[in-house]
């Protein structure tokens, strides 16, 4: 599964069209702007074409790779949430384990 995305850093807003290895915990982002290791930053990831439907969820720069680097997610709306929780599900091969994994997963904290 591939969205398009606007990660925020700072004052610095990167888009991109391509992002994959979608997860409960993080992402991957194919950008030739590459930020710094470590950074925190906000994701929208946009489920639909014209944005209507997205996920927005904080997190940091967890890696950094000639082509991208993956965002390790920290916090999420409720709405976010679910909408990251189907999306895993539908895509995935074992759904029962993805709920398994969600409902486990303390490191995602959810934004109120």
Known sequence: MHFGATVQIGDTVIMVDRTSDISLKGLYVLADNLPTRGSECV???????????????????????????A??????????????KNLVMYNSTDAD?????????????RAK
Do not use: C, P, Q, W
């Open 97 to 109: 384990e993805v709920e398994k994994d969600f409902d486990s997963h303390l490191g995602l904290k």
């Open 43 to 69: 994701v929208m990831l946009n489920l639909t074409e014209d944005g209507g439907s997205h996920i927005e969820v904080a997190g940091k720069i967890a890696r950094i790779n000639k082509d991208g680097f």
């Open 71 to 84: 965002v390790e997610f920290n916090e999420i709306d409720v709405d976010s949430y679910e909408h990251l």
